[in-house]
């Protein structure tokens, strides 16, 4: 895990961190100086006003039998037009959840959450449906789930066309065509999804999620049920879609192979996102050589919080609080060696909290 800035060396020596003396306190703040700070920062732009998906401190709270479930805990997350990204997590970390109300299928608790423009929280009935028809477009897990069985591959991409009305039927029948050829599904035109493989039934459905040039292309973990080989050429159907169509992608995985294959994976943890991994390729100035670089980033939330990685935090038995010291370049954290500070980091004082980061 590479969680430091981008060119810091690894092996540069970390700061002494001295007990004795603690971290100077930055000094006092002038009043005209914080004057200066708001009022440069009023003229900004809102939290996300580039992206194409904003979610802003999302929070979804379920209710079943009296017990309650904090599905989303204050979830940031920004995705740019045009992004093929990835989202991984635990088990029950929320991820579903996300895809739902980004698909407008279900309605947050709290915070704020737009897609192209559009408002999840503050849509009414007709405006969602429309919403569902022509921005998003969505695959799920369950081949079974995306295509109607009594459809032909090319019916079922004509049909989202048909319910969207406007075009005429040549026109509905050359768009789809194209679409599965695009996906070099053409050999599966006129058979029913029972006649299709795993691979081609899930490429299908992602011929019919944009049957309507929607922005935005969600799937939850649309490759969870086939074997390798047959999940990679999914992938590469999302992938020709994002190059060739220019549509926003996000996709729920727990596969480490897709996850690896997009430039930014995003990792939620307990309903929030927790941390995310970037890849780009880099030359190298004398051998000319390209290699795929892969940093991982801690989230810095709007609050200003930092989730720091467990295997970090436990190694130096940080726990409870830490000390801040604030550099030119970085901000330095360390280990709290007061007396109560370090029986707590050992778990014998206080409210014995060890969950670290
Ligand atoms: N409709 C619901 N009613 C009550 N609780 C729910 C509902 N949907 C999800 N939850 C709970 O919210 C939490 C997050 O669930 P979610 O389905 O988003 O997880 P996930 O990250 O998609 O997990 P998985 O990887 O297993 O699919 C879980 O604790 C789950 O039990
Ligand atoms: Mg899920």
Same mark, same amino acid.
């Given at each position: 895990?590479?969680?430091?800035?981008?060119?810091?060396?690894?092996?540069?020596?970390?700061?002494?961190?001295?007990?004795?003396?603690?971290?100077?306190?930055?000094?006092?703040?002038?009043?005209?100086?914080?004057?200066?700070?708001?009022?440069?920062?009023?003229?900004?732009?809102?939290?996300?006003?580039?992206?194409?998906?904003?979610?802003?401190?999302?929070?979804?709270?379920?209710?079943?039998?009296?017990?309650?479930?904090?599905?989303?805990?204050?979830?940031?997350?920004?995705?740019?037009?045009?992004?093929?990204?990835?989202?991984?997590?635990?088990?029950?970390?929320?991820?579903?959840?996300?895809?739902?109300?980004?698909?407008?299928?279900?309605?947050?608790?709290?915070? #704020?959450? &737009?897609? @192209?423009?559009?408002? +999840? !929280?503050? %849509?009414?009935?007709?405006?969602?449906?429309?919403? *569902? /028809?022509?921005?998003?477009?969505?695959?799920?897990?369950?081949?079974?789930?995306?295509?109607?069985?009594?459809?032909?591959?090319?019916?079922?991409?004509?049909?989202?066309?048909?319910?969207?009305?406007?075009?005429?039927?040549? #026109?509905? &029948?050359? @768009?789809?065509?194209? +679409? !599965?050829? %695009?996906?070099?599904?053409?050999?599966?035109?006129? *058979? /029913?999804?029972?006649?299709?493989?795993?691979?081609?039934?899930?490429?299908?459905?992602?011929?019919?999620?944009?049957?309507?040039?929607?922005?935005?292309?969600?799937?939850?973990?649309?490759?969870?049920?086939?074997?390798?080989?047959?999940?990679?050429?999914?992938?590469?159907?999302?992938?020709?879609?994002?190059?060739?169509?220019?549509?926003?992608?996000?996709?729920?995985?727990?596969?480490?192979?897709?996850?690896?294959?997009?430039?930014?994976?995003?990792?939620?943890?307990?309903?929030?996102?927790?941390?995310?991994?970037?890849?780009?390729?880099?030359?190298?100035?004398?051998?000319?050589?390209?290699?795929?670089?892969?940093?991982?980033?801690?989230?810095?939330?709007?609050?200003?919080?930092?989730?720091?990685?467990?295997?970090?935090?436990?190694?130096?038995?940080?726990?409870?609080?830490?000390?801040?010291?604030?550099?030119?370049?970085?901000?330095?954290?360390?280990?709290?060696?007061?007396?109560?500070?370090?029986?707590?980091?050992?778990?014998?004082?206080?409210?014995?909290?060890?969950?670290?980061?």
């Amino acid at each position: 895990m590479t969680t430091r800035p981008d060119d810091t060396s690894p092996d540069a020596p970390a700061p002494a961190a001295d007990p004795a003396s603690p971290p100077r306190s930055a000094a006092p703040t002038s009043l005209a100086e914080l004057e200066r700070r708001a009022a440069s920062r009023r003229g900004q732009p809102a939290y996300g006003h580039d992206a194409l998906i904003a979610c802003d401190r999302l929070v979804r709270v379920f209710t079943t039998d009296g017990v309650e479930v904090q599905a989303l805990q204050g979830l940031d997350l920004l995705v740019a037009e045009g992004e093929l990204m990835a989202l991984v997590g635990a088990s029950g970390s929320g991820k579903s959840t996300l895809m739902n109300i980004l698909a407008g299928l279900d309605v947050p608790t709290a915070g #704020a959450a &737009t897609v @192209a423009g559009r408002d +999840l !929280l503050t %849509m009414d009935a007709r405006a969602r449906l429309g919403y *569902r /028809r022509e921005v998003v477009g969505f695959v799920w897990q369950q081949t079974a789930r995306n295509l109607l069985p009594y459809l032909t591959a090319l019916q079922n991409v004509m049909l989202p066309m048909q319910l969207r009305g406007g075009r005429r039927r040549a #026109a509905r &029948t050359k @768009a789809a065509e194209e +679409l !599965l050829s %695009m996906l070099s599904l053409h050999h599966c035109r006129d *058979r /029913r999804p029972h006649q299709l493989s795993g691979g081609e039934q899930q490429r299908t459905a992602i011929a019919v999620a944009l049957a309507n040039t929607p922005s935005v292309l969600l799937a939850d973990e649309p490759t969870g049920e086939l074997d390798s080989h047959t999940a990679e050429q999914v992938f590469t159907a999302f992938r020709t879609a994002n190059e060739e169509l220019g549509t926003t992608i996000v996709i729920v995985t727990h596969d480490q192979t897709v996850a690896s294959e997009v430039r930014r994976t995003v990792a939620i943890r307990d309903g929030r996102t927790s941390s995310e991994v970037l890849r780009r390729t880099e030359r190298d100035a004398t051998t000319g050589q390209e290699s795929l670089v892969s940093r991982e980033y801690a989230m810095l939330d709007r609050a200003g919080r930092l989730q720091l990685p467990t295997e970090y935090t436990t190694s130096l038995g940080m726990a409870h609080r830490v000390l801040l010291e604030l550099e030119s370049d970085h901000i330095g954290v360390w280990p709290d060696h007061t007396a109560d500070g370090a029986a707590r980091g050992r778990g014998e004082g206080g409210d014995g909290d060890e969950s670290g980061g």
